[in-house]
RNA sequence: GGCGCAUUCGUCUAGUGGUUUAGGACACCUCCCUCUCAAGGAGGAGAUCACCGGUUCGAAUCCGGUAUGCGCUACCA
C-alpha cells in the first residue's frame, strides 16, 4: 500500500512570481489532483535580507489567477503547519543541536571575510571552491575561546569525507556523486536562520511530503539533502526534477528576456486557461499531437513518466497563437466580460466611461476572432468609441483610383446611406455593391475607401458588420470628414 | 577549475532496436476562401536525430569517447 501522495510548491518571497516557479507550482498541482493527493504552499522565507514587499501576495496571487488552488498553506491553514518557515525556526534548531550532538555537525566561527579571502584564494589557484574545514575537529578549549571572543557560530554539516552517495530520480534516474566533492555546508546561519537544506529536509520530513518535484537547479544539491536525511534518520520522499525554462538565447529565463512574472502576463491580456495549458506544455507532453488541452484533462492525464528532461525555451509567439485559440473559444459574453476591464482602462481618456455595455457587446464579435491577447482589444475596437478619426487622406485613394473618382464614390455613398431605410449588414451590402458597379469599381475598391473613411484604417473587421454597428449617424459624419480631408488637396 | 546533467526541424515536441522515405504544433512560404484584416482549408520548405567509434542482420533508440550547452559550486533560494 503506497503512501498518500503529498506535495508541496515552496517559494521564496524574494521576488516576483517567475513563469518558471509558476511551472513548477502546476506540475506540483498536477500531479496532486491527479493522485488525488494534497497540493501544499509553502513559504520558504529564510533569507531575511533579501525579502521583497508584496512578493508572497503577486506569488499568491499568480496561484489563485491560474486556479491552482492549495489544500495546506498560507490562508488556509492544514495539520502540518505553521507554513512559514520564519515561523518554524525552534524545529530547524533542534535539529541542527541534535546533529552537533551526534558528531554530524559542528559550530564554525570563521567570520564571512576570512571565507571571502579563502574564495578568493582557491579561485586563483585554480582549486574547487568550498569551505577549508578549518573549524571541523576544534577543541573543546579553542570553542571556548571563540564564544568567549563573542563571536556567534554557523551549524555546518559534516559531510562524509569518503564514499559516494547515490540517489535516484523518477525523472533523471540513478545518479552518483562522491562525497569526496561536497563541502561542508552551512545549516544554520549565525541569525539563528536555516540554510534552504536544513530547513527543506526537516520541513519535507514533518509535513510528510511524499514527492518532491522542484527545478532542475536543485539536482547537485541533491546529495546533500540525502546525507542529512540519513543523519537525521528520516526518510527520503521521491525525487523529480523539473527541466528549466530557458530564454531565446538559452540561458536562464530572466527579466532580459521580456516578461518574465505571471502578472504580467495577467496584466498582458493572457487568459489563465491558456496559460496553464501552454505551461504543462513546457517539458510535458501527451502524444504526439495533442497541443490544445483542457485543465481537465491535464489532471486526467499528468504524469511524471512523460516529462521531458530538456530545458525548454520559452516560445511566446506560440503562447500568444493559444492564447487566441482560447480567447476564440470563449463565449461572446465571457470574452466581452473579460474583455470589459481591458476597454475601460485601454481606450484613450476622452472616451467616456464608464463604456455602454449594450454598445461594447455589439462590438466585441467583430474583435474576438481578431484578438490575440486581452490587451489588443482597445487598439482593435478604439475607432468605435472614438469622435475624431486620425488618419493620413492618402490611404483613402485605393488602387487604380484618383482623388477624383475617390471624392465621387464617398459622394455617392454618402447619398446613398442617407437615403437608406434599414441601416443593417445586409442592405448595406446590397446597396454598395450596386453602388460599385454603377460607378465601375471593383467592390474591392469601393469598400476600401469607405473602410478607411469609416474607421481610419486599412485593415478593420468586416465592412458592413462594422457600418452597421457605429450606426448611419457615425458613417455619414465620418465619410463627410474624409471628404473633408481630401477636398484641399483639390485646390 | 571541479562536479552533475543534457543534446531530434529556428522553437515546443512525438519517438524507448525493425511499422520512420523521422510524426505533430508555432513561426515562415504558396494557393484557396474573401470587401481589408483575422480565422479557416489545401500544399510547401525546414532535422545527414551534435560528432566519432562500437554492439547488432538492423540504432534517433543500447555502449564508449569527443564536442557543445546548461546547472551547481554562498551564513540565496
Redesign the pocket.
Known amino acids: 500500500m503506497s503512501k498518500s501522495v503529498r506535495v508541496r510548491f ?3 518571497p ?1 521576488g516576483y512570481p517567475h513563469v518558471g516557479n509558476i511551472r513548477t507550482a502546476l506540475f506540483n498541482w498536477l500531479f496532486a489532483r491527479h493522485s488525488g493527493g494534497t497540493f501544499i504552499v509553502r513559504i ?1 522565507d ?2 531575511v535580507a ?1 525579502r521583497v514587499e508584496g512578493a508572497l501576495e503577486a506569488i499568491l496571487d499568480g496561484l489563485r489567477w491560474l486556479g491552482l488552488d492549495w489544500d495546506e498553506g498560507p490562508e488556509v491553514g492544514g495539520d502540518y503547519g505553521p507554513y512559514f518557515q520564519s515561523q518554524r525556526l525552534e524545529l530547524y534548531r533542534e535539529a541542527a543541536q541534535r546533529l552537533v550532538a551526534q558528531g554530524d555537525a559542528y559550530y564554525c566561527y ?3 571575510q576570512r ?1 571571502e579571502e579563502m ?1 578568493k584564494e582557491q579561485a586563483r589557484r ?6 577549508d574545514r578549518r573549524c571541523r575537529n576544534l577543541s573543546a578549549a579553542e570553542r571556548a575561546q571563540k564564544e568567549a571572543e563573542g563571536i556567534t557560530p ?1 551549524v555546518r554539516f559534516k559531510t562524509p569525507l569518503e564514499g559516494q552517495t547515490k540517489f535516484n530520480d523518477l525523472i ?2 540513478e ?4 562525497n569526496s ?1 561536497i ?1 561542508d ?2 545549516l544554520l ?3 539563528g ?4 537544506h536544513l530547513a527543506n529536509v526537516v520541513d519535507d520530513h514533518l509535513m510528510e511530503i511524499s514527492h518532491v518535484l522542484r527545478a ?6 541533491v546529495p546533500r539533502h540525502k546525507l542529512l536525511y540519513q543523519a537525521l534518520g528520516y526518510e527520503m520522499p521521491l525525487l523529480a526534477h523539473l ?2 525554462i ?1 530564454g531565446p538565447d ?3 529565463l530572466s527579466k532580459r528576456h521580456g516578461a518574465v512574472s505571471i502578472t504580467e502576463y495577467q496584466e498582458q491580456g493572457y487568459l489563465p486557461e491558456a496559460m496553464v495549458n501552454f505551461l504543462a ?3 510535458w ?1 501527451l ?3 495533442t ?1 490544445i488541452i483542457s485543465r481537465e484533462e491535464l489532471v486526467r492525464n499528468f504524469s511524471l ?2 516529462v ?6 520559452f ?1 511566446s ?2 503562447l500568444s ?1 493559444m492564447n ?2 482560447y480567447i ?1 473559444s470563449l463565449s461572446l459574453e465571457d470574452f466581452t466580460q473579460r474583455a470589459l476591464p481591458f476597454l475601460e482602462r485601454g481606450l484613450p481618456p476622452e472616451v467616456e466611461r464608464p463604456l455602454s455595455i449594450d454598445y461594447v457587446r455589439r462590438i466585441m464579435p467583430l474583435i474576438q ?2 484578438a490575440r491577447t486581452l490587451a489588443e482589444v482597445p487598439e482593435l475596437a478604439e475607432f468605435f468609441f472614438t469622435t475624431e478619426l486620425e488618419y493620413d487622406a492618402s490611404l483613402l485613394i485605393g488602387k487604380g483610383m484618383t482623388q477624383e473618382s475617390t471624392i465621387e464614390a464617398l459622394k455617392s455613398a454618402q447619398q446613398r446611406l442617407s437615403e437608406l431605410e434599414r441601416f443593417d449588414e445586409e442592405p448595406l ?1 446590397a446597396v454598395l455593391r450596386s453602388l460599385a458597379e454603377e460607378l465601375g469599381l471593383k ?2 475598391q469601393l ?2 475607401v469607405l ?1 478607411v473613411a469609416v474607421t481610419g484604417r ?8 462594422t457600418m452597421a454597428v457605429l450606426g448611419r449617424e457615425k458613417c455619414l459624419s465620418r465619410i463627410k470628414a474624409a471628404l473633408e480631408k481630401l477636398a484641399p488637396k483639390l485646390c
Open positions: 515552496a517559494p521564496s524574494t520558504e529564510t533569507d533579501r570563521c567570520s564571512p571565507l574564495r585554480k582549486q574547487p571552491p568550498g569551505y554557523v533523471w534516474g545518479v552518483v556523486v562522491e566533492t563541502d555546508f552551512v546561519k549565525s541569525d536562520y536555516p540554510t534552504y532542475e537547479e536543485w539536482l547537485p544539491s527541466p528549466m530557458l538559452r540561458t536562464k506544455l513546457l517539458g507532453s502524444d504526439d499531437k497541443e513518466e512523460r521531458s528532461k530538456t530545458a525548454a525555451i516560445n509567439e506560440k497563437w487566441g485559440v476564440r476572432e481578431r451590402e467592390t474591392g469598400f476600401g473602410r486599412t485593415a478593420a473587421p468586416p465592412l458592413f458588420q
